[in-house]
């Protein structure tokens, strides 16, 4: 009997049999004539097995078998060289020169173009550079606003006008800089951002040579291996990026996006210098101290999204493939990823009219130009309800929304399609923001104004300390005045939307220092923007009637749903997600009540965390302390220095010299507007409101 994994054996009739232990025979010599026939056996199956193999082969012969590859079969004669082998299942799968050209380091070890972002830098010369631009152009803004005040001609929409033209000349990245700081209507007032939406995003060119090696460098191909004709005029010119178009081999149209050279670098100067402004304007007590934190990140953070096109690749490619799911009549252009990166876009040519075009043939009554639409299947009642079935659609189920919804950046097809482009400003909600909106939404429909306001103050959280009573009330008041003209049918068209509110709602946020969310910000303008479009194209809309039209439409589709979970569950039985969902339900049963007890416990307004103003006073007090006995020392060794190099009467001690640098009427000025600015900052503090909670959970 031949040995098993070396371990000893006994015959069936009880007689000892040789053992063989770690490969080693023991003394008692093995029996010949089991041996012989046990070397018979093995050599048959070796001689069927490089039979199977040399016919596996394509050259028709044997593959040469290596010590690492195949496993040396014991025999009875214990000879480890025994030419009988097996083969294992990683043998031979490759021949060994395309394992030794696969082993060579050929690849470049270069991320995928979703994880490369870009990350600019500046430099003090840049910025510096930037903040003089600004501030010349500041100054004459301020000049010529100065010289209307004399005349007696000077008014809000005046200056605000003003203030676009001369970022229009500025040209560059301070449009889109004027585009971005036309969404916070919760910081400018509500005739800025007007005005600011109104610009035009016109700048010359850059070379198309450019263009082209960009896109070859990206693609690794000569331009004429992947289009078939390339236009090198751009049909667009805009302050981030230049449009070209071009054929594919495949015969489609598609546009072309390409980032402008060095703007990413421009833009964080602009942010720096912006930045260092806002600072300035805090140390001065001029703004809240703190108040900028939030708007320089947000503000920073629309910058760079509009900067990368892998994710405007995404987020086109998501809408387009969600909203084709729920609505027919709206879509996004086709993106090609494999031909986009961080700084190149592709996608399908459209071809329509702009929304904007539209708008003029409506507001002009222009009966011919409205006749040729009609034929087209093209109706402005029509495309202003569905307008706002895209905008209910984003906000309340999708993954997210189109945030700048201008008429330049809306297609007009036939039978009324709609087609959204440039999705490089987006916005996203969470289950809580969502949740908000949806409840607004329906305590307006139950005309319960006391609960539109909790959900109203809800979306400013954290709270700033403010008196929430007093805030509470003007809010009610503003509702009941739109919920009134709203209900009336003897309103104006903008009477029949939501932009009043909102605007008098970013004013009181202004005014109680309570900016908002970035996502909530661009909630409420894309919203401003979709109800105020279709309302000029269709004076009679009712954008709240449409929405209770999308909810209905929205609860059928949720019923759909609903029963088909239900039938699989009754008819196929739970579903591993239904355990998993029973075993959740089990886990929340547990944490419910304490869950509840403790929101019982907490207050029903959540408050930024403030420090207490008497810790307040004494850190500004003891800074201001540390800075002027820092700076005192500082300037009394350099009158040290100062008076041992120089012939005359020196001072010989420390004291001396500080006695001199405090005799100074400059330095006297600058500690005393130090003192003042630390002072104003604790009576900002010391006016705050007290945020307490009493027992009951109530503020």
């Not at 009324?416 to 490089?424: A, L, N």
């Not at 104006?492 to 939307?497: A, G, I, K």
């Amino acid at each position: 009997m031949t040995p098993n994994n070396g371990e000893g054996s006994v015959e069936g009739n009880g007689s000892p049999q040789p053992v063989r232990l770690n490969g080693k025979a023991a003394a008692s010599p093995p029996d010949p004539a089991p041996v012989q026939q046990s070397a018979r056996r093995e050599a048959d199956i070796s001689s069927a097995v490089l039979k199977a193999l040399k016919q596996r082969d394509p050259t028709g012969h044997a593959p040469a078998i290596s010590a690492d590859t195949v496993h040396p079969i014991g025999n009875g004669s214990g000879d480890p060289d025994h030419p009988v082998h097996k083969r294992t299942r990683g043998a031979g799968l490759l021949p060994p020169d395309v394992r030794k050209r696969l082993q060579a380091d050929i690849l470049p070890q270069v991320p995928p173009s979703t994880m490369r972002r870009g990350e600019w830098k500046t430099n003090w010369a840049q910025m510096f550079s930037r903040l003089f631009i600004y501030s010349w152009t500041a100054i004459k803004w301020i000049i010529q606003v100065g010289w209307d005040k004399l005349r007696g001609i000077d008014t809000l929409d005046r200056r605000a006008e003003r203030f676009r033209e001369f970022i229009e000349i500025l040209g560059g990245s301070a449009v889109k800089l004027g585009q971005q700081l036309s969404m916070r209507i919760d910081l400018l007032p509500y005739e800025y951002t007007v005005e600011l939406s109104k610009m035009l995003d016109r700048m010359p060119p850059f070379p198309v040579e450019y263009a082209i090696q960009r896109i070859e460098s990206f693609l690794g191909r000569p331009l004429g291996e992947v289009f078939k004709e390339f236009n090198p005029v751009p049909i667009g010119s805009a302050s981030v990026a230049c449009v070209f178009s071009a054929y594919l081999e495949s015969g489609e149209r598609v546009a072309i996006k390409i980032r402008r050279p060095r703007i990413g670098e421009q833009f964080m100067a602009d942010c720096a210098a912006l930045g260092l402004v806002l600072k300035t304007l805090e140390f001065l007590t001029i703004f809240r101290p703190g108040l900028s934190h939030n708007f320089l990140y947000d503000f920073r953070a629309m910058l760079m999204d509009e900067l990368d096109f892998s994710k405007e690749c995404r987020y086109t490619e998501l809408f387009r493939r969600r909203v084709h799911k729920r609505m027919s009549f709206v879509s996004a252009p086709k993106v090609y990823p494999e031909l986009s990166c961080e700084d190149i876009l592709v996608t399908e040519f459209l071809e329509g009219i702009w929304l904007r075009e539209m708008l003029n043939a409506v507001e002009q009554r222009d009966e011919a130009a409205l006749s040729l639409l009609r034929a087209q299947g093209i109706y402005p009642e029509l495309v202003a309800r569905r307008l706002l079935r895209a905008n209910q659609f984003g906000v309340f189920e999708n993954l997210l929304f189109h945030a700048d919804p201008h008429p330049s950046n809306v297609v007009v097809q036939r039978d009324s399609r709609i087609v959204f482009i440039d999705f490089g400003s987006c916005g996203v909600y969470t289950s809580r923001e969502r949740n908000i909106w949806r409840q607004f939404s329906y305590y307006h429909q139950q005309e319960d104004v006391g609960r539109m306001v909790q959900s109203a103050v809800a979306l400013l959280e954290p709270l700033p300390p403010i008196d929430i009573d007093e805030l509470s009330k003007r809010l009610e008041n503003l509702f009941w005045e739109n919920l009134n003209a709203f209900k009336s049918k003897y309103t104006q068209w903008w009477e029949r939307t939501s932009a009043r509110v909102w605007i008098k709602y970013m004013e009181l946020a202004r005014e109680y220092d309570a900016p908002l969310a970035l996502n909530t910000l661009r909630m409420i303008r894309s919203t401003l923007m979709y109800e105020t479009v279709a309302a000029r194209l269709f004076g009679r809309v009712d954008a709240f009637k449409e929405h209770r039209k999308y909810l209905k439409s929205a609860g059928k589709a949720s019923r759909r749903r609903v029963r088909k979970r239900v039938q699989n569950f009754l008819f196929k039985g739970p579903s591993p997600d239904d355990y998993r969902s029973f075993e959740q339900l089990l886990d929340m049963g547990n944490r419910t009540m304490y869950l509840a007890q403790r929101w019982l416990d907490q207050p029903p307004f959540h408050f930024s965390m403030m420090v207490d103003k008497f810790v307040y006073a004494v850190s500004v007090m003891l800074r201001t302390m540390i800075t002027f006995v820092f700076f005192t020392l500082g300037a009394a060794f350099l009158v040290l220095a100062s008076h041992l190099v120089r012939p005359g009467p020196s001072v010989h001690n420390i004291w001396s010299a500080c006695e001199e640098v405090l005799s100074w009427w400059p330095y006297q000025l600058l500690v005393g507007f130090n003192l003042f600015l630390s002072i104003r900052k604790i009576m900002m503090r010391l006016f705050d409101k007290d945020v307490r909670t009493n027992s009951t959970g109530l503020t």
